[in-house]
């Protein structure tokens, strides 16, 4: 089964903010933080867990007020990403509690390459001192590194 290509787009709109933006060509969904938790980094984190073999994760995006939930399923090379709403911020509400704002599935490689890149292009634009000041968190270089070596070596396969 031949899955539709995933659009992404991650920005720090301004002191603190930052937000993605993600699409599979039908669902569209644009997703924001607050500097109340390091959602940026907490998301790439998650992302390389799968790309090591996870089969699920989580990243929580901390709003004012609420949260953002996503959730990873892995089915053996693709996955489904599930984002949910809640209205507390830092919510201890189960899963099913929270509102389904969007599912899509993807390739985790196409995925796991988008988020690279645009990790990749935040550096780039931003640098790491500007990433700092204006997220409030340190670039997380070394993950992307890590992601970095880790696609190469699958692509080498």
Not at 105 to 118: G, Q
Not at 142 to 156: G, I, N, Y
Request: glycine content about 8%.
């Amino acid at each position: 089964m031949s899955l539709p290509p995933v659009w992404l787009d991650c920005t720090v709109t301004g002191r603190g903010w930052a937000e993605a933006s993600l699409s599979d060509g039908t669902n569209e969904w644009t997703i924001t933080a607050s500097y109340l938790s390091d959602g940026l980094s907490d998301l790439l984190k998650t992302v390389i867990s799968l790309v090591e073999g996870a089969q699920e994760g989580i990243c929580r995006w901390q709003e004012e007020p609420g949260e953002y939930r996503w959730l990873f399923s892995r089915q053996e090379e693709q996955i489904e990403i599930r984002i949910l709403w809640f209205k507390e911020t830092f919510s201890h509400r189960l899963n099913d509690a929270g509102r389904c704002e969007l599912v899509l599935t993807c390739s985790l490689r196409e995925f796991a390459t988008k988020l690279r890149r645009e990790f990749s292009h935040l550096l780039n634009t931003l640098g790491e001192e500007g990433y700092a000041k204006e997220w409030g968190y340190g670039f997380p270089r070394t993950d992307l590194l890590k992601l970095q070596q880790l696609l190469s070596r699958k692509k080498a396969k």
